[in-house]
C-alpha cells in the first residue's frame, strides 16, 4: 500500500528549523537513508520538543541525549534507520518498546494508522503522554508496562520496534508479530557489543533475519522473576 502522512498535528513545528533541515541532508540523506515518508515524518517532528529544555540546543545533532531515569532519546540516524527498516504503510499498526520522550513514537505515528509504545519508567510514560497530547498527535497509545511483555491485547503487529538491547529477543514479543510483519532490535550486551537485528516472520514458527550493523543502546529490562532479556 502507498505509504501517505496525515496532516501534519497543531503546534508540531520546530524552532530550531534550520538545526533541523540540515539534520535531515547531512546525518539522514548523506548517510544513505532513502525512504521519502521516513525523511518527511522526521521533518515534520520536532526533536527540540522531546529533550529536557536544557538541551534543546543539541537536539539536531546526532547524538542520544539524556531524558532521565538512566535513558536517553536515541540518534536520529538510529531511529531513521530503524522505522525505515520496519517498511511502515498507513495501514500499519506499530508496536514500540522503550517509548522514552515519545519521539520514536510520534515519527511512526506520521507514517502508521496506529502506534502503541510500552515504557516501563512511569514517568517517562506520563511525560510522553502530555508531550503528544500538547504536540497534537491522536493515534498514538503509551501505558507503563514491562516491555518484554509487549501490549498483547492490540496484536499482531505490522512492525515490533525494541529500543532497548537484550541478549535475545523476548519470545513474547516474537509471538506478537503478524505473519508478514517485523520485529527490529538491538541483541547484545554493551559489553560484548550490540548488532540491529531486523527480523522478518514468514510463518507461524518461522523467520528471516537480517543483521543491520552495530549499535549501542541501554538495556531491555524485564520486571519478571526470570530473566528474559539482558
Not at 497543531?10 to 539522514?28: C, K, P, R, T
Not at 515504557?119 to 511525560?127: I, N, V
Not at 511483555?149 to 523476548?170: N, R, S
Not at 547484545?188 to 537485528?197: D, E, M, P, T, V
Request: proline residues 6%.
Amino acid at each position: 500500500m502507498k505509504k501517505m502522512l496525515s496532516v501534519i498535528p497543531a503546534g508540531a513545528q520546530s524552532d530550531y528549523s534550520a538545526e533541523q533541515n540540515e539534520m535531515i541532508e547531512h546525518q539522514l540523506v548523506a548517510r544513505g537513508v532513502r525512504d521519502e515518508a521516513v525523511l518527511s515524518a522526521m521533518r515534520s517532528v520536532p526533536r527540540d520538543r522531546f529533550v529536557p529544555s536544557r538541551l534543546r540546543a543539541s537536539a539536531y545533532e546526532d547524538v542520544p541525549l539524556p531524558i532521565g531515569e538512566n535513558q536517553t532519546i536515541s540518534q536520529p540516524y538510529i531511529v531513521a534507520v530503524m522505522i525505515e527498516a520496519a517498511q511502515l504503510s498507513n495501514a500499519s499498526r506499530v508496536l514500540e518498546i522503550g517509548a522514552g520522550s515519545g519521539y520514536a513514537a510520534a515519527v511512526m505515528s506520521r507514517i502508521a494508522r496506529r502506534v502503541y509504545a510500552v515504557e516501563r519508567h512511569g514517568t517517562l510514560a506520563r511525560g510522553a503522554r502530555r508531550r503528544l497530547k500538547a504536540l497534537g498527535f491522536r493515534n498514538i497509545e503509551i501505558k507503563t508496562s514491562d516491555g518484554t511483555l509487549g501490549w498483547p491485547e492490540h496484536a499482531p503487529y505490522d512492525a515490533i520496534l525494541v529500543a532497548a538491547a537484550g541478549a535475545f529477543i523476548p519470545p513474547k514479543l516474537q509471538q506478537q508479530v503478524a505473519i508478514g510483519g517485523c520485529l527490529i532490535m538491538p541483541v547484545g550486551s554493551s559489553g560484548s557489543g550490540q548488532s540491529l537485528r531486523k527480523m522478518i516472520r514468514t510463518g507461524e514458527r518461522s523467520w528471516l533475519e537480517e543483521d543491520l550493523g552495530n549499535v549501542l543502546f541501554v538495556p531491555l529490562i524485564s520486571e519478571q522473576t526470570e530473566p528474559q532479556s539482558g
